[in-house]
């Protein structure tokens, strides 16, 4: 996998904004899908953790 570099196409801060903002919308929709019986939390809970992930990935890799 090649390294993300903030020559592409979408400056860094941007896409961590942007996955930022998945985030805050994943937690609201699995939380009512759960409720609902629709999706077991521990699927959420993963799909949730792996968005954290790649926001921290992203992060991390636009400090360098």
């Known amino acids: 996998m090649g390294r993300i570099t903030?020559?592409?196409r979408f400056p860094?801060?941007?896409l961590i904004?942007?996955?930022q903002r998945e985030?805050?919308?994943?937690?609201?929709?699995?939380w009512r899908r759960v409720r609902a019986?629709?999706?077991r939390q521990?699927?959420?809970d993963r799909r949730i953790a792996l968005m954290e992930a790649?926001?921290?990935r992203?992060?991390?890799t636009a400090a360098l």
Do not use: H, N, S
Request: charged share 35%; aromatic share 6%; no cysteine.
């Open 17 to 19: 904004a942007e996955a």
């Open 58 to 60: 992203l992060t991390v």
């Open 54 to 56: 790649i926001v921290k």
């Open 12 to 14: 860094v801060a941007d």
């Open 23 to 30: 985030l805050d919308l994943r937690r609201q929709y699995y």
């Open 37 to 39: 019986g629709r999706m």
């Open 42 to 44: 521990d699927d959420a």
């Open 6 to 8: 903030p020559e592409g």
